[in-house]
Structure formats: structure tokens, C-alpha cells
């Protein structure tokens, strides 16, 4: 990379941001790519498997320096127990790697950053290494991670409900700390920031949206769905027409959130959308379901899991209705976005919506109780003229107020980074498939 007088910044990740293919991914991976652009870069970041040639081959194209370490499945989760016994957050141990901090460690001996960005809390314990520990970071919490531990403890009961209070009790002490420390806290939604401050009155937060490509999302799209073994469809046409009734979910399978607006759906909402539609059709997409998840779409008529995909666009292209009924919701929804910029309907929880500027009824349909998730799902599956509406009201919304290149823009100050003279690497186009946040 050419160097000039870019600034070299240390970018601190939990999970590798190649493929862009969850919700954290792909808020780092965008987030790199504007790094990339205007400083040197020097990425670290842990995987559980070893990247692939392509990741590694992205990643480096765009960074001075990568760095990782193989996140082990049985250590991490041995390192988390062992965090949470000794009065630490579970989260702090499941993202320990003692690996990685000698790399990290090395690395720094001979490159000391100009600036550090540190993705999500699970990650601020590495600025106890030596280099780091006098450095004022700028931290992105995306959301206040504290919050959804009390949300999982409201819909839960016996030793579950009082883990989850105690790891929210954790986080949140985490979370004031990292107020103190920081030069910057970033949050992805104003409600976010607007909790935050609660907890840490004195921090300088700045919010920076989640956005969406535009032009890989795109209403226009037509393709054809790929074989995806026997709970899929294969073959079959994208264009639809006005009289199916199919929704479909896209988020990754093994992520609590998700499984429990699922679960919910499943069995609250979709029991009564089969009454009114018994030909009603609902397609589950994302990566890692659970032994739960293949029962309960087992267990439920109408309902077809098709698991991990390499694109999910042609089955949002497929489907009516993208409906996103999560009870559990922080930050801004990737899913959201992407249904709407695919110029689809969008029909979620207020949960799901909330941060998004957008006016519910007019770029996008919201829904509380099973009765009315029921009666306006069946009601859009009739109504093609609604459908187009919401579709085409849904994609000028964010077109006018999510994309990356928008929503970025302040990160170039907060970091005190120059604009960039000429694009510092190819672009890379990468299938943005499971969303899980």
C-alpha cells in the first residue's frame, strides 16, 4: 500500500471480517474498507477455523499487516466458564486467547499505531499490552451488548434468567469503564447512544449507522435459487407472481436472538397465518441452524429451512414478504436493510425497527401481537399494489440514509484521518449472505 502521510491504525476485531456474511462482519468489513482507504492498516482479529485464501487474500490487499489466531471451540467456551467463576463477564473469557495476545504483542514492539479502533467490548481487555495501554482508543460498541443480556433475562426463567442479569450486571461495569478510557464510544442507532449515556455520562459518543450496499441490493435482481439439499427449493423461478403467499427470514441460525423471534413466530404468529392461507409458505435462510431449529421447521406445516446459502438475494427476490419478528433487537438490523434496499416488503417487530428514521406503515410495515402479525402479512400477500409501495418506498429510504459510504463519513474525522486520494485497492465484491444482527 502506497504510504505518503497516512496514519497507521491498529483495528482490534472479535471475529475474522471476511466474508462480510453476519451483522458484525459486516459492519467491520466496511468499516476496514474505509480504513483502508485513507491509513495503514494493521488488522487482528480471531477465527475459528483458518481463513480461507480468498479472506486472506481480501483482507491483505487492504491491510499493512494481518494478524489472527484460531479461537478454539471447546477452549473458548472452557476460558468463558472460567472468566464468569472468577466475577469477570463470560463474554470478556470467550474472546481471551493468550495466542493471539502474543502476536498482537510482537507486532507492536516494532509498529506502534497512531491510532487504535477496538471493535466491540469483548475486545478492549487487549489494551492491557504493553504499547497500548497509555493509548485513548476510539471503541465501537455497536450497541450497548449490556441491554441484551436483561432482554434475554425477561424471557427467561430458572438459572438461565439470574446468568443473563449477572452478565448484563458485568457488561454494564465493562461499559462505564470503557467510557472512562476511550477517546470515543460508537454506537450504531441514537437509542443506543441515548442508553449509553446513561451509563457512561461522561464519554464521547458518536453514532455511526449501519448501512447497507445499495447496489449489490438491488430490486432489479433476478436470478435463480441454487440447490440447497432436501429442506430447500432448487431451481425454481424468482419472478413469483402476485398470487403466492411466501415470507421469508434470513439471520443466522445459531444466534439467541434470532432462534427467539423464530421460535416465536413459528408458534404464535405462523398458526394463524395458515388458518387465513393454508397454502402460506415461510423460507428460513442462515448459516448454522440448531438441532431446535431443524425440529421446530420439522414440527411446523409450511414452513422450509433452507440453512446456509452463498447469496441470499434470490431468495429475498423469491419471497413477498421479509419478515423479521425479533423480540430481542439491538442496534440497527442488517436484515431490515437489506429487504428494503431489495425493494421488498418489510414487515417486523418494533423491536426490530427501532433506530431506523423510517415511518412505520409508509417504508415499512410493523407488527406487535400475533393477531397482527397474521392479519397484516395475509393482507400484504393479497395486495400487490401495497407490497410495490412499501418495496419502492422502503428502497428510496435507504438509499437516502444508509449507505456505507454515508454513514462512514464521520469516522474520517473521529479518527482524524485524511481523505483519500485514490481508491487503495480493488473493490471486492462479496456475497453478504446470513445476517445475524
Not at 471475529?15 to 453476519?22: D, E, G, H, L, S
Not at 457512561?200 to 449507522?209: D, G, H, L, R
Request: charged letters at 20%.
Amino acid at each position: 500500500m502506497s504510504g505518503g502521510h497516512r496514519p497507521t491504525v491498529l483495528f482490534l476485531v472479535h471475529r475474522i471480517p471476511y466474508p462480510p456474511n453476519r451483522g458484525d462482519r459486516i459492519r467491520s468489513f466496511h468499516i476496514l474498507d474505509f480504513l483502508a482507504q485513507r491509513a495503514e492498516v494493521g488488522l487482528a482479529f480471531l477465527s475459528h477455523q483458518r481463513p480461507s485464501a480468498e479472506a486472506l487474500q481480501a483482507l491483505q490487499q487492504r491491510c499493512s499487516w494481518v494478524g489472527w489466531a484460531i479461537w478454539g471451540r471447546w477452549s473458548r467456551w472452557l476460558r468463558a466458564g472460567w472468566a464468569f467463576a472468577q466475577g469477570k463477564p463470560a463474554t470478556e473469557g470467550l474472546f481471551a486467547s493468550p495466542k493471539f495476545r502474543r502476536q498482537l504483542r510482537s507486532w507492536l514492539q516494532n509498529h506502534p499505531p497512531d491510532r487504535v479502533l477496538v471493535f466491540c467490548s469483548s475486545m478492549v481487555q487487549y489494551l492491557k499490552l504493553p504499547g497500548l495501554e497509555n493509548v485513548r482508543p476510539v471503541v465501537d460498541l455497536v450497541d450497548v451488548d449490556s441491554q441484551k443480556w436483561f432482554d434475554y433475562a425477561c424471557l427467561s426463567g430458572g438459572w438461565r434468567r439470574w446468568a443473563y442479569q449477572e452478565e448484563g450486571r458485568r457488561l454494564r461495569k465493562l461499559e462505564r469503564w470503557i467510557g472512562q478510557r476511550a477517546a470515543a464510544v460508537l454506537l450504531s442507532a441514537p437509542h443506543e447512544a441515548a442508553l449509553y449515556r446513561q451509563i457512561a455520562p461522561e464519554a464521547n459518543i458518536q453514532v455511526i449507522s449501519n448501512g447497507v450496499d445499495v447496489e449489490y441490493f438491488r430490486p432489479e435482481f433476478s436470478g435463480k435459487l441454487v440447490s440447497v439439499g432436501t429442506h430447500g427449493l432448487s431451481g425454481a423461478s424468482t419472478s413469483g407472481d402476485g398470487g403466492q403467499a411466501r415470507c421469508v427470514f434470513v439471520g443466522a441460525l445459531d444466534y439467541q436472538a434470532n432462534l427467539d423471534g423464530l421460535t416465536w413466530f413459528c408458534q404464535e404468529v405462523w398458526p394463524l397465518v395458515c388458518r387465513q392461507r393454508p397454502d402460506a409458505q415461510l423460507m428460513v435462510v442462515g448459516s448454522n441452524p440448531t438441532g431446535g431449529v431443524s425440529r421446530l421447521v420439522y414440527q411446523t406445516p409450511g414452513v422450509r429451512l433452507i440453512g446456509p446459502v452463498p447469496d441470499v438475494r434470490p431468495y429475498l427476490a423469491e419471497a413477498e414478504v421479509v419478515v423479521v419478528p425479533l423480540r430481542v433487537a439491538r442496534g440497527i438490523q442488517n436484515k431490515v436493510l437489506e429487504g428494503l434496499a431489495m425493494g421488498k416488503p418489510v414487515l417486523a417487530s418494533p423491536q426490530a425497527l427501532e433506530g431506523l428514521a423510517l415511518q412505520p406503515g409508509r417504508e415499512a410495515e410493523a407488527a406487535g401481537q400475533p393477531s397482527e402479525w397474521a392479519e397484516k402479512l395475509v393482507r400484504l400477500w393479497a395486495d400487490p399494489n401495497r407490497r410495490l409501495a412499501l418495496g419502492q418506498a422502503g428502497r428510496r429510504f435507504v438509499e437516502t440514509h444508509h449507505q456505507w459510504s454515508q454513514v462512514l463519513q464521520p469516522l474520517a474525522e473521529i479518527l482524524a484521518l485524511p481523505e483519500p486520494a485514490a481508491p487503495a485497492h480493488p473493490t471486492i465484491r462479496s456475497p453478504e449472505t446470513i445476517q445475524s444482527r
